[in-house]
């Protein structure tokens, strides 16, 4: 999704409650990597991986200036063979220590194992944030529910929310590269995304 399709999504959603809970939820993101330097690590669950969140960091982190946004995306099951920024696996959570974030994708059941190296990374003192597409009661719900107490801050999709995780996704990682400006900063920083924009469109395809 472009900056363009991103800004009519905001349009047709302006007055609810998705753009002020989605924009509070990038705040925290980009304050915790922003602030602790430590990294990003992102993870989804066994049958779901965030790649296209994990692009979109990644092209934020280059447009607002904010490295420590690029994630390094952990998997469940990386294959032989893979490049080694698709290669890090579930072990790397519970190395994960302080000043490092952990942001967790859940759409369908979370597993027991992920939800124990979650709490392992938290235990270590990473930050964890958890964007939640939440089912609406059920035996499911429960996974879930334990996720977000896990977590420092968590964003829950339910079912019944009108939006797909997907799209909540796109508006967190759009928010995570706009909050914060510089003061006086906002018109240079708006004609520097569009500028960039041209080239992501005519550059090669991206490497996740």
């Known amino acids: 999704m472009d900056a ?12 609810t409650e998705w753009l002020r809970d989605t924009r509070r939820f990038a705040g925290t993101l980009r304050g915790s990597v922003g602030a602790h330097g430590g990294g990003l690590l992102l993870v989804g669950t066994a049958g779901y991986e965030p ?38 696996g579930l072990g790397r959570l519970e190395a994960a220590g302080r000043g490092e974030t952990l942001l967790v994708v859940a759409e369908g059941s979370t597993g027991e194992g992920l939800l124990e190296r979650v709490h392992d990374a938290r235990r270590g003192g990473a930050t964890v944030l958890a964007l939640d597409g ?14 977000c107490s896990l977590a420092h801050e968590a964003l829950a999709v339910p079912d019944s929310a009108g939006l797909d995780l997907d799209t ?9 590269g706009e909050n914060g400006p510089m003061p006086g900063a906002r018109g240079r920083r708006f004609r520097d995304r569009l500028s960039r924009l041209v080239d992501q469109l005519s550059a090669p395809p991206h490497r996740w």
């Open 168 to 176: 909540v996704q796109h508006l967190v990682s759009a928010a995570a």
């Open 51 to 88: 790649w296209h969140l994990a692009a979109h960091l990644d092209d934020e982190a280059a447009w607002s200036g904010l490295t420590e946004l690029s994630p390094t995306l952990v998997r469940h099951r990386p294959p032989p063979g893979a490049p080694a920024h698709l290669s890090v």
């Open 4 to 15: 363009v399709r991103v800004a009519l999504l905001r349009e047709a959603l302006a007055g």
């Open 134 to 147: 939440t089912p609406d009661g059920g035996p499911a719900a429960g996974a879930h529910t334990d996720l």
